[in-house]
């Protein structure tokens, strides 16, 4: 069992920055594949970011891309999203997210394994 908690999260204005980190506990951190997702009011879980257990690799949603950064610490079994040029369309709780499956990235909810509770993101224009 791996636990995860989300913490960063907060109001912004639009441009703005901010990094979220997501701690994990429990059994090994590597070689899980960590990620991000988020969920605006009224709307799905959707993808946001991913990175394998040995941080060599990351995917990112297209509307991201250019704006947002994964990256993890396995010594601190920490990992992290930092977020720029924010905007008001980025506005939504964001959950870090953990899987066993190392072979590839998925961008499904239902393909990883573990969910931390989420951090709330509020972008205002």
């Known amino acids: 069992q791996v636990q995860l908690v989300e913490s960063g999260g907060g109001l912004v204005q639009a441009g703005g920055s901010l990094r979220l980190s997501c701690a994990a506990s429990g059994r090994t951190f590597s070689p899980y594949t960590m990620g991000w997702f988020r969920q605006a009011p009224g709307k799905e879980r959707v993808f946001v970011a991913a990175?394998?257990?040995?941080?060599?690799?990351?995917y990112y949603e297209d509307s991201v891309k250019g704006r947002f950064t994964i990256s993890r610490d396995n010594a601190k079994t920490t990992v992290y999203l930092q977020m720029n040029s924010l905007k008001p369309d980025d506005t939504a709780v964001y959950y870090c997210?953990?899987?066993?499956?190392?072979?590839?990235?998925?961008?499904?909810?239902?393909?990883?394994?573990?969910w931390g509770q989420g951090t709330q993101v509020t972008v205002s224009s």
């Open positions: 990175i394998i257990w040995t941080g060599g690799f990351t």
């Open positions: 997210t953990a899987t066993k499956n190392v072979v590839g990235i998925t961008t499904t909810p239902g393909g990883y394994d573990y």
